[in-house]
């Protein structure tokens, strides 16, 4: 079983968790749960019959983030190419926390099933996270 779906709009990160200060509780920022949910609506919308898969989980997370306003062209075609890959925030590990997060118990049961997990920050005309998730 396969489920390849894309999260369009700006690439977001995990937040930390935050603390009240009334309360002395800790609770998600509310950026963090809204991507959560934007990419279960993607993931639901193009799978609305889907199966949590039981097995093995390999996932492969592509975070395509836009050429910054101002490069030149020779650095534009370099960004394009692969070649120069984006150093910027979010970091790469708080991408792929959020995503799985937001598929736990809807593409696989449980983030445990993961063995395999891929993921690599590039350049793009448009930003977007490109995620496909598999059983092998």
Known sequence: MIYEFEIPGPVTGKGRPRINTYTCRAYTPNKTKEYE??????????????????????????????IPKGTNKKNEELMLNGIISPTKKPDIDNIEKI????MNTLAFKDDNQITKLEIEKVYSEE???YVKIEEY
């Open 37 to 66: 949910e934007l990419a279960k609506q993607y993931f639901i919308l193009k799978y609305p019959r889907h199966i949590p898969i039981e097995g093995r989980v390999k996932v492969s997370i592509i975070a395509y983030f836009k």
């Open 99 to 102: 995503v799985l997060d937001a």
């Open 127 to 129: 930003e977007k996270v």
